[in-house]
């Protein structure tokens, strides 16, 4: 049974797309054994709390330059096999990077390498989408290395734009399609082979 770890700064529906799975049987070589958010108020946490899941905050602004390397304590600590960024949204840098290196993973709302990088996160993925007219998006799971969504791609899954979306609609249909979907399938698929 590997170890995972979920980083969330959000909402938290794919962090509770994973502890269903989990639940459901459908990620039985891994388990959620911590969730780390950097906001203290992100409703994730509650979703952790609620399923008996251990929680921490741990944050860029009260760790500035440590912020990587508590982080890294942290995994450590816990014996972390797989990093799961669910809706995290702050960017990773140095020793967790070099550390975890092809060990963690990230949901992004589009098909990689469109609607991806610096400045491309949440709903302004799905703004960028539909501002530019394309009649098909999705989601991707990835690893993650120094450049942002720059990493292998692991799995995709396309979902169509309809005529009258906007960009609320589309991150929902992207997200029920697409991304409580695949993101689950890689998380087991990596812990499997792990
Ligand atoms: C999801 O759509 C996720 O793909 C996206 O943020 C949302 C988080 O929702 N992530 C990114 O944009 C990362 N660049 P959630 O908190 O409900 O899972």
Redesign the pocket.
């Known amino acids: 049974m590997k170890n995972i770890a979920v980083l969330?700064?959000?909402?938290?529906?794919?962090?509770?797309a994973l502890i269903d799975a989990q639940n459901g049987g459908t990620i039985t070589h891994g388990k959620i054994v911590t969730v780390v958010s950097n906001k203290a108020d992100a409703y994730?946490l509650e979703r952790a709390k609620r399923a008996g899941i251990e929680t921490a905050v741990i944050s860029r602004r009260a760790e500035g330059e440590n912020f990587s390397h508590a982080l890294t304590e942290h995994m450590k600590a816990r014996s972390i096999d797989l990093i799961v960024?669910?809706?995290?949204?702050s960017i990773l840098n140095g020793e967790l990077l070099r550390e975890y290196e092809g060990r963690i993973i990230?949901?992004?709302?589009s098909l990689i390498p469109s609607f991806?990088g610096d400045g491309?996160?949440?709903l302004h993925?799905h703004e960028a989408a539909l501002s530019y007219g394309v009649k098909v998006t999705g989601?991707t799971v990835h690893f993650v290395n120094e450049v942002v969504?720059g990493g292998k791609i692991i799995m995709q899954k396309a979902v169509e734009v309809r005529d009258g979306d906007t960009p609320e609609t589309l991150?929902r249909r992207?997200?029920e399609e697409a991304?409580w979907i695949i993101l689950p399938r890689a998380v087991e698929k990596l812990c499997a082979e792990m």
């Open positions: 969330v700064s959000g909402g938290g529906t794919n962090l509770q994730a960024l669910a809706g995290f949204m990230n949901i992004h709302p991806c491309f996160y949440g993925v989601a969504d991150q992207v997200m991304e």
